[in-house]
């Protein structure tokens, strides 16, 4: 069976310091990859999707960069917090484009930037 | 552009009640569109999707949507709601491949 791994649970991070958020999915070859982020009392926007290993796009600008070392491993980071980065974070994948098929989601990160 | 507004934060029903959850989208075209359903200390789900043919859609759980293309809404139902229901619900568009819009969401609460 297929699961998606995220890490860390939960962090408290300073202004200014870096951040790298984690994803491994399991269980699946070469899926399609995503980031979602939701502020707090907020919509749920995704912030990036890969199709391969080493291909990011991006869908929404929040001073934030993904990477994609591994077919199964999605990266988030950023060498200079926000406060407008505290919120959760979700990464996801999916066998086919997201609007053609499920999409299957991690129980995310909650981030908080002090 | 493209935007969903799902207008109500929290609803509240009785066990054994009819619920509907309203959904609004905003997009140029028809879209393919989603209810995701999110339980506490779990990831979203699907609940169900809608591409194109028959307006009402049926999905896990009895649930069901109904697309109105002159109220560019998918707004969501249920017969009669069981206290596990009780999560926050997602509505999503997806205007081209491989990109999710949501909602804000509903956190839905079944009292005994």
């Known amino acids: 069976a297929q699961t998606i791994h995220q890490w860390p649970v939960a962090e408290i991070k300073a202004v200014g310091s870096p951040l790298s958020l984690g994803c491994t999915i399991k269980?699946?070859?070469?899926?399609?990859l995503y980031w979602y982020w939701q502020a707090t009392g907020g919509t749920l926007q995704q912030l990036f999707y890969?199709?391969?290993?080493?291909?990011v796009e991006s869908v929404v600008q929040l001073n934030l960069s993904a990477s994609r070392p591994k077919d199964d491993q999605f990266i988030l980071s950023t060498e200079k917090l926000l406060l407008s980065h505290s919120g959760f974070y979700l990464c996801?994948?999916?066998?086919?484009?997201?609007?053609?098929?499920?999409?299957?989601f991690g129980k995310g990160t909650r981030l908080t930037v002090v | 552009a493209q935007s969903v507004t799902q207008p109500d934060a929290r609803v509240t029903v009785s066990e054994g009640a009819s619920l509907q959850l309203r959904c609004k989208y905003s997009?140029?075209?028809?879209?393919?569109l989603f209810w995701y359903v999110q339980y506490p200390r779990q990831g979203l789900q699907l609940l169900l999707k809608y591409y194109s043919g028959d307006p009402v859609v049926q999905g896990v759980n009895s649930f069901e949507a109904e697309f109105s293309k002159s109220n560019s809404s998918f707004h969501l139902q249920k017969a009669s709601v069981h206290w596990s229901d009780s999560a926050v619900y997602f509505c999503a568009l997806s205007p081209y491949y491989n990109v999710l819009y949501f909602g804000s969401g509903t956190k839905l609460t079944v009292e005994p």
């Open positions: 269980g699946k070859s070469s899926p399609n």
């Open positions: 997009y140029s075209a028809t879209p393919y």
């Open positions: 996801a994948w999916s066998l086919q484009g997201a609007g053609d098929t499920e999409v299957f």
């Open positions: 890969s199709i391969t290993v080493g291909q």
